[in-house]
């Protein structure tokens, strides 16, 4: 009884050895083990900033020894934040039939990069005697994301409450690929007769690049009464800008109405490289 027993076991073992050789042979002549391949072109190439993945993928090829050549099927993974100045990495990635992925990237730089810039609702003239709200008033634009004044914040200050006198503030603003700008923003608090007239200007911060002459006396828009109503006036203007050196410099308004009211108002400029 123990050798027939004996023996059964030793017939099931082999069958089931058997069983699993074939079962092992089968795997290995049925799975796919090579792994495909990615190859780019170029390490770097300079694209828009409205380049689309199609342009990313310009030059990117895939290969796999079982499927074939795959590179439709490769997808932009991922861009990352600046390496530096307009540069940044690109991430590719591609799938096989059996599900085995593999990545590559290379650099690309953006050759129309601009970086953010700060916008600007009103002049930075405020009356010691209303609410000094300065965020309201600042925006910030950037050619990558558009509008990101909920990116601007104040990083310092030494303006103090109720109080006369020019004060900086600096400003900062970051877009989503990790480039932030910064600005020293002058501030006045001055006394403001109640019957001074309101002066609006049609640009209250500029941008301009190293050389270049705005024509400042062009920039009121309109002076009225309080109640709005458009009055006669008189300008002057008074700045120590200077195009050649880059900077942030004040162009002050001064207006003066027939009952000899003054208003100042200022045009911020940022001169560029």
């Known amino acids: 009884m123990l050798k027939a027993l004996r ?14 050789s074939m079962f092992y042979i089968h795997e290995k002549r049925t799975t796919d083990l090579t792994i495909p391949e990615i190859k780019v072109q170029e390490e ?6 409205s380049a689309t993945d199609k342009d990313l993928l310009k030059g990117v ?13 490769i997808v932009v993974e991922s861009v990352s934040p600046f390496l530096e100045d307009g540069i940044c990495k690109v991430t590719y990635a591609v799938c096989d039939s059996d599900k ?3 990545k590559n990237s290379r650099n690309i730089k953006y050759i129309d990069y601009t970086p953010p810039k700060f916008t600007m609702k009103r002049s930075m003239v405020f009356s010691v005697d209303e609410e000094v709200d300065i ?6 634009v950037d050619s990558i994301d558009g509008d990101i ?6 990083t310092a200050t030494d303006y103090s409450t109720d109080t006369l006198g020019v004060f900086t503030v600096t400003l900062q603003a970051t877009n989503s690929m990790g480039d932030i700008v910064y600005l020293d923003l002058p501030l006045h608090i001055e006394e403001v007769s109640v019957a001074a007239p309101t002066v609006e200007l049609k640009e209250y911060l500029m941008y301009v690049k190293k050389g270049e002459k705005p024509d400042f006396k062009n920039n009121i828009s309109a002076v009225s009464t309080r109640s709005g109503q458009a009055i006669p006036y008189e300008s002057e203007i008074s ?3 200077d195009s050649d050196t880059p900077g942030v410099y004040s162009v002050h308004y001064y207006v003066t109405t027939e009952l000899g009211y003054v208003t100042h108002s200022i045009l911020t400029v940022v001169v560029e490289e």
Do not use: C, Q
Request: net charge negative; glycine share 6%.
């Open 7 to 20: 023996i059964v076991t030793i017939v099931l073992f082999v069958v089931a050895v058997g069983l699993f």
């Open 44 to 49: 770097m190439i300079e694209v828009s900033i």
């Open 61 to 73: 090829t895939a290969f796999d020894e079982k499927d074939g050549d795959i590179t439709e099927r």
């Open 100 to 102: 085995h992925v593999v």
């Open 135 to 140: 965020i309201d008033s600042i925006g910030a």
């Open 149 to 154: 004044s909920n990116k601007v914040v104040i």
């Open 239 to 241: 700045t120590n800008f």
